[in-house]
């Protein structure tokens, strides 16, 4: 049991039911839920042969740090890709890719908002280096609302080597940063697209901006300076897939 990792929040465990259900070893619900959320979770664990036991919520609460929502799964430990998934995906890929990269998010909840926003937008996978980068775990889980048991989460030891290496297959490096003199809605990103986003608060590392082909900005109206990392995801990929939808950058 050491070696497993506990799971929580309906969302989070209801994804892995439905495409990882060999990961997930026991379910465990607060004793009195029973609603249709609850039975939704039920049929799936059946239908995998996962076994449901229940406990009480006190119990649930010293097991994880968060909302568990009365939902906890013991699942066999995360999966984070190494580099040469990014060639697999690469491969099998029709149109053009696009990839996200957090340079340094460390931030679970950003990491995990983020991974929620790059499925959503139709993102390949999000890449992030092994070092100074929040880790998969059950917080990231829970704030990706199921997004990370579907888009691959790729961790690479070298980032800048791996984007000259995306550099080499076509793909175009596009970073964000509040000092760029070209609007992100005025850079086309309907091509090959690979988009970086900053560590909160320092941005991009030196040697990441180095590799860089484009540099974009969100304009900003107000009094503020910046978004928060994973807000101004958001932002980028959405304007993405609707350059993307509308064929082209112009509207």
């Known amino acids: 049991m050491s070696q497993l990792e506990k ?9 892995l039911l439905r495409h990882h259900p060999k ?9 009195g839920r029973n609603d249709p959320r609850v039975q939704v979770l039920l049929a799936l664990a059946a239908d995998s042969r996962v076994a449901v036991g229940q406990c009480e ?38 149109g053009a890719p696009l990839l996200l990269v957090l340079d340094g ?3 679970p909840h950003n990491l995990g908002a983020c991974l929620r926003t790059a499925d959503a937008a139709g993102a390949l996978a999000v890449i992030v280096p092994k070092d100074k980068s929040a880790t998969l775990n059950a917080t990231v889980r829970k704030v ?19 984007l000259e290496k995306l550099q080499q297959r076509g793909l175009w490096i596009v970073g964000t940063a509040g000092e760029a003199e070209m609007d992100l809605y005025d850079h086309d990103l309907t091509g090959p697209t690979v988009l970086i986003m900053g560590a909160e608060g320092k941005g991009m590392r030196r040697l990441t901006r180095e590799h860089c082909d484009y540099l974009v900005k ?34």
């Open 57 to 94: 919520r006190r119990e649930m609460d010293s097991w994880v740090e968060g909302v568990h929502q009365g939902v906890v799964a013991d699942v066999s430990p995360s999966q984070v890709w190494g580099e040469a998934m990014l060639d697999e995906l690469l491969d099998r890929t029709e």
């Open 218 to 251: 969100l304009p900003m109206e107000g009094s503020v300076s910046s978004l928060n990392v994973s807000v101004a995801t958001g932002v980028c990929l959405f304007e993405a897939l609707r350059q993307r939808k509308a064929g082209g950058k112009k509207k």
């Open 144 to 162: 990706a609302c199921g997004a990370a048991e579907v888009i691959p989460l790729v961790a690479v030891t070298n980032l800048a080597r791996s």
């Open 23 to 31: 990961r997930v070893k026991q379910i465990w619900l607060a004793e």
């Open 105 to 107: 998010v460390t931030d």
């Open 7 to 15: 799971i929580y929040g309906v969302h989070a465990v209801e994804a």
